[in-house]
Each structure stands twice: as C-alpha cells, then as structure tokens.
C-alpha cells in the first residue's frame, strides 16, 4: 500500500521537476543564455538532444553524435518555441520524414556538414515541418554531386527567403528551376563549388546573390534580355573567383546593384563604360585578377556613384606601353564620388602617374598604395584631396621626401602608415609640422632607423607628441650602426648633448682634411675620368694575363649558358617579360642575365668575363639607352675581343628600337655590323615568326 502512494507521488511531482529543471537549469556541457535565449552545445559529442530551459529558442547542436535522426530524438525539445536549429556535423546517416514535424515555430535550419544525407532525405524531412513561416535553409559542405532539384519542390511549399549551399560539387546550376518554386527568395549563396554550367532564373525579389569560387562563364543574357530584367532587386552579387575573362556589355539593368565583386577572375581588360548602367553601384571589388589584365580604358570607371574601387594585387603597371594601356590624366576622372581607393600591389614606375591620377577626384578621402615599389612620396597631390584624411604606404622602398612639396602649405591627412619602407633618417623637412595640423595617427615602424646624431630632431618629436606615434617603441629599433642593430629606437638614439660635444671634437680636424684632400682628390678625379675607360679596358687585360683566360675558339666547349645578354638597366623589363619569357620559359635555352646570374660580392669585371666564357654566345639588346651606357659600351669592348676566333654567328645584335647608326660609337657601329642582326617587329603578329627565328639560332650548334 505504502509503495502504491510512493508511486502516485512520483507520478504527480515528475512534470513539476521537469518544469522546474526547463525553467532554471541548463544541460552540461552545454551553455544557455537566457538573454537571447540561446543554448550551445558545440562538439560535445552527445548522442541524444537533452532536456533545455523554457527560454530556449535558438539550438545550435553542431560537432554531436545524432546518426540517426526522426521524431523522438526531438522529445526532449517539446514545449520549447524553437525557431532555429543548428545540427551541422553530427555524422547523420539517416534522417526520417516526421523528424522535423514537431516543429511548429522553425523559422532557420542548418544541416551542414552531413555528407552522408541524400538531397531527397532532407527533401522529404522538410517538406513535413509545420511552420508556414519556414524561411532560411543551411546546406553547406553536403558534397553532394547533383543539383538537389527535388529539395527545391519540397521547399516550395514555404516562403523561403535564404537559401546556403556553399561548397558542394554538383556542376550545373539551375536558377530557372529555382526561381520557379522559391519565387520569394531573397538570399542565394552558392559559392566554394564547382559549378560551371548555369541556366539564368527570373527572381522577382532576390537582393543578394553569391557565387564565389565556382568556374562560371557568364553570357551577355544572364542578367536579362531586351524584355526582361531577370535580377530586378539585386543589391549585392559576389562573382569573385570564377572564370570572368570578359565582362565588357555584361552588366545592365541591374539598377539597384549596390556592391559588385568581381576579383580573382581572369579578367583581361576593364573597357568603356563598363559599370555605367549601374546607376546604383558603390562598392566595386576587382582585385587579384592575374599577369594578363593589361588594359584600363579612359571611361573604364565612369561611375556617378561610384565610392569604393578595391583594384588590389592586379601587379598591373602604371605605365604606356606596348604592354599596358591606360590614360594616367582620364582613368579617375570620371569617377566623381570616389572615396576609397586601394592599390595596393601594382607597380608606378614615375611618382608622379600618382598626381595626374588622383587629382582629378577631390572626394578620395582613404588611400591605400601599399606594396607599389615606390621609393619617395607624390609631390603636389595630398594638398590636392581636400578630404583625404587617410593614407597607407607600407612595404614600400620608401626612405625620404621632401615635406613642402608633398604636403604644401595644408593637409587634411590625419593617419599616416609608413611601416615596412627604407626610413633611416626623420627629419623636420620630412614633416613640417605647420603643414600637419591635422596628424593624429602616425606608423613608422619596421624601418631601419639610423641611431646617430641625425634622428636626434626624431627622438625630441616621439618624446614630446609620443601619443600619435603608433606602436611605439616595440616596432621601432636600430639597424645602424652595427653594434646597435636590433636596439630600441628610444635607448639607441644619443642625447643633444653628447651629439654637440662629438661636433666641436671633429669640426677642426674635418675641416683641415677635408681642404688638403679636396684639393688632391679634384686633381686625381680629373685624370680619372678622362681616362676612365682606358683605365677600365686595361685593368680587364691585367685580369685576363693574370687569371691565364684564352680566348674564345670553336672547338667543342661545355657551356654554362647559351648566350650572355648585354643589355641596359631601363631595357631589364623587356628582358624578362619577353627575351627570358619567350627563349628561356618556353623554348628552354639558357641566358646569361647580371642581374640575376652575376656572383655578389665578385668584382663586376670577374663577373663579366666569367660569364662570356660561359656563354656559347653573346646577344647584344640595342635601344637608344643601350648605346648612351658606359658599362654596355664597356662590356661590348670585353665581347669584341672574345668573338674574334669564333664564327660569324656568335654575336647577335637585337634591336629593340630603330637606332640610327649616326648615334653609335665607331667600334659599336663595327661590331654591331659583324653580327647577325634582328629588329623586334611592332606588330604582334610578326614578333611569333621573330621569336622563332632566334630560337632556331640558339640551337643551331646543339
């Protein structure tokens, strides 16, 4: 009898301990917050779903054990108003129709990461949730291999808004079939696949569409026709990393697109009016786009909304010519409401391209031009930009400037970044602090700081404005003189006084020297120069007599090259673009290049004359700067002499630009004449029959 009332009482207190458990207690190892009303239990490894508080809406269960899911592995859940369910990665193998029917608030649920459901498993299980409200379904990582067209009619039955699918490895994508059973979708984002076949879909209200990384080659109708427009709404497309080679005529009706990302495509050429019919466009991402974009047309970025142009990484130089086209005074001017720039990781050979580009648009107010090879900083364009109030030039070869020129009488910028450059020296002509009244953010750190006399004006500025100076003192450190390399700026630099009293110690014994030594040195000098290549030419006989050097002959030879290359500095990037591209790259014969083969730290001349001996032959690169260079004349002497006993094809002249033989020297003008010679033809089709020509001549002894 006593049992039976034990039993009862069990019996009527068990639904209170239940409540009073749901109500104020949350499940270990799990973790709530009625705030929100949210409950995790990320990577526990639980097999069943346990018992949660009332507050609980939002579930995220990813990293369980749930294999096999239906009805009854969701009892404990019952009461609850849940309107989001997370259940990615719980290694789910089986998934029944009721599993989701006890749901009657769901509005979010997330399956990701499950591969081994089938798109008709989770077709069939949602098709039965309850929620009319239904809206947003997560799919991502399922790695499956087909469209999961059957999920589409199963979610038809609902107003679904977004749909996620990133990173599975089906390669055709429907969007007719799609538009045609979510017609209130507004949210697609299919990216991380490998699709590349796509079938456009009219989308009334899609706002956001997303199809990064996958292999997609748009046509000019996937927008809309002449009738149609079949993404109206459009606010934000991310097309980033597909497989873009044009996108000339390919954007229209699109006018409410607002952000457009297109970078990592292999675009070759952003030509006119490209982005003109998007009256709504701000933000425009094209970075990363490869070797072979090589072309800016003058209204490539006309825009009236344009504000945000992230043209990043695209190594593209800022230069004309026959490589590169774009019009320096028009690529910006068209673009009145710029206000982001970023180049960082192109080239500008000529600082100022950067005046004459950025002039133009007064409304820039953040630059960044990090990574660009710029070795000084724009004169006469931060005082141009009213609004520009920041500035980021890092890892650049940056090591001085000066400061009136730069930033004239007023400028607005309040941050600086100068980290990662050349910077030994800071000095007030660097910044005039009348001109900077607006600087409140400055980085320099990561340069190599002198710490002598000279940064003395540097110290006193961090010492009395430290607050600007970002990241100071750990980033700011010594690299010269020797024995302080690696100190920290603010103990490595000397005091006033100790500079003032090292001043007046060597001001009389420089002075005395320096008038005696002048005065012998003017004279040597002299002699020297007027005799410099005398001087050279014999000191490179000394070599070969003493170092027993033989010249050249046509018996058999192993050769470390096939021929050695005498060119100019200014002619280098055509060296290694076509001359190394085309006959070492592509043909495999080997070239000798000093600024890439020469020994460091061996006396050039060495260097030279090694290298010929190495070389089966020798190609001469003329231009109008090859025939005006000391050292290329100097080095066309060495050749000269080590051609005499070889055959009459072992010097090729090159001529990259019609030089007149008015404009060479007497001795050049022999022995470009006792060569073979080949003009680079202008024409591109011409310059194929060119490049094989030349092969066929660098092999003709093999």
Known sequence: MLQSYFLIIVLLALPVYILVARTSSCPKPCICKKKGGTASCRGALLRFVPVFPTYVTKLYFSGNLLETINASTFRNLEGLKLVFISLGQNGITHITADAFSGFRFLLELDLSRNPKLTPLMVADAVAHIKCINFKHIILNRMIWRNEPTELYIS?????????????NNFENLNMTLLSENLAQLKELR?????????QPGYFQKLEILDLHFNRIRFTKDFFGNETTCYLPQLV???????????????????????????????????????????????????????????????????????????????????????????????????????????????????????????????????????????????????SKLPNLFYVSLRNNRISSWNGQRVFGNQSSLRTMRLTGNSLSTINERMFPRKALTHL?????????????????????????????????????????????????????????????????????????????????????????????????YWLYLYRVKKKEFSLITNEETDYTFE?????????????????????????????????????????????IIEKM??????????????????????????????????????????????????????????????????????????????????TKLLRNQR
């Open 236 to 382: 934000k497309l991310n097309l980033a990393a597909n497989s873009i080679a044009s996108i000339d005529k390919l954007f229209w009706c699109l006018d409410n697109l607002n952000v457009l990302r297109l970078d990592g495509n292999p675009i070759l050429d952003v030509l006119n009016n490209t982005f003109f019919y998007l009256p709504s466009l701000e933000i425009l991402y094209m970075g990363n786009l490869g070797f072979r974009f090589n072309r800016i047309d003058d209204r490539a970025f006309q825009s009236s909304t344009l504000k945000q142009l992230w043209f990043f990484n695209n190594h593209f130089v800022f230069i004309k010519d026959v490589m590169h086209h774009f019009n320096e005074t028009e690529i910006f001017r068209h673009s009145p409401k710029l206000e982001y720039l970023d180049l960082r990781g192109n080239e500008f050979p000529s600082i100022h391209v950067l005046e004459k580009m950025l002039s133009p648009v007064k409304s820039l107010s953040q630059l960044i031009i990090d990574n660009c090879q710029l070795i000084t900083l724009p004169e006469n364009l931060f």
């Open 613 to 694: 001996n190495s070389s089966r032959r020798i190609i001469l690169v003329i231009s109008h700067d090859m025939v005006k260079s000391n050292w290329c004349l100097f080095e066309s002497r060495i050749a000269q002499e080590k051609c005499l006993n070889k055959e009459s094809d072992a010097l090729i002249s090159l001529m990259v630009e019609d030089v007149s033989e008015e404009n060479m020297s007497s001795s050049l003008r022999a022995f470009v004449n006792s060569a073979s010679l080949s003009k680079f033809p202008a024409k591109e089709y011409d310059q194929e029959q060119f490049w094989l020509n030349l």
């Open 440 to 536: 409140s953010m400055l980085f320099l750190g990561n340069n190599p700081f002198a710490c002598t006399c000279s940064n003395v004006w540097f110290k006193n500025w961090i010492e009395t404005e430290q607050s600007i100076f970002e990241n100071y003192p750990e980033l700011y450190h010594c690299k010269t003189p020797p024995e302080k390399d690696g100190e920290l700026l603010k103990d490595g630099i000397p005091t006033q006084f100790e500079c003032s009293n090292t001043k007046n110690e060597l001001f009389t014994a420089i002075v005395t020297s320096l008038s005696l030594s002048g005065i012998v040195f003017v004279i040597i000098f002299s002699l020297i120069f007027r005799l410099r290549w005398h001087i050279r």
């Open 563 to 607: 021929a050695y290359v005498i060119y100019c500095d200014n002619d280098l990037k055509w060296i290694q673009r076509e001359l190394l591209g085309k006959i070492e790259n592509e043909s495999e014969i080997s070239l000798c290049i000093r600024d890439r083969d020469f020994e460091v730290g061996k006396v050039y001349v060495e260097n």
């Open 190 to 198: 299919i990216g991380y696949g490998v699709i590349s076949i796509i």
């Open 155 to 167: 979610l038809s039955h609902f107003n679904i808004q977004k749909l996620e699918m990133l990173e």
